[in-house]
């Protein structure tokens, strides 16, 4: 199983950046994923995570209201939309299968590689 995370950059600050994951070695259709991000110096967090079930979304709440996670199961890709971005998002974001997404906590089965976000003035 690869996954392979795109469409990092430099942004200022209120940019925009859309996150992609395209997966490959299995169908994403039913699996949950999600993206997590690690900022220098800092543990990595959960940003948001999608169930495969039923589509239901969990975010955290330093994201909520300003990015968007969503699934292109025919693609076997999934996205990460970042708006309104504010330097504390700068960081390396990871996407991931997940075994489980829910309100209790995210567990990750694969990884990709991670992409750099930067926000800066």
């Known amino acids: 199983v690869q996954l392979q995370a795109s469409g990092g950059g430099s942004v200022q600050p209120g940019g925009s950046l859309r996150l992609s994951c395209v997966v490959s070695g299995i169908s994403l259709r039913w699996h949950d994923i999600g993206w997590f991000r690690q900022a220098p110096g800092k543990q990595r967090e959960g940003v948001s995570c999608?169930?495969?079930?039923?589509?239901?979304?969990y975010s955290g709440s330093s994201v909520e209201g300003r990015f968007t996670i969503s699934r292109d199961d025919a693609k076997n890709t999934f996205y990460l939309q970042m708006d309104n971005l504010e330097a504390e998002d700068t960081a390396n974001y990871y996407c991931?299968?997940?075994?489980?997404?829910?309100?209790?906590?995210?567990?990750?089965?694969?990884w990709g590689r991670g992409t750099l976000v930067t926000v800066s003035s």
């Open positions: 991931a299968t997940l075994d489980d997404c829910g309100p209790g906590g995210w567990s990750a089965s694969y």
């Open positions: 999608i169930k495969g079930n039923n589509g239901k979304i």
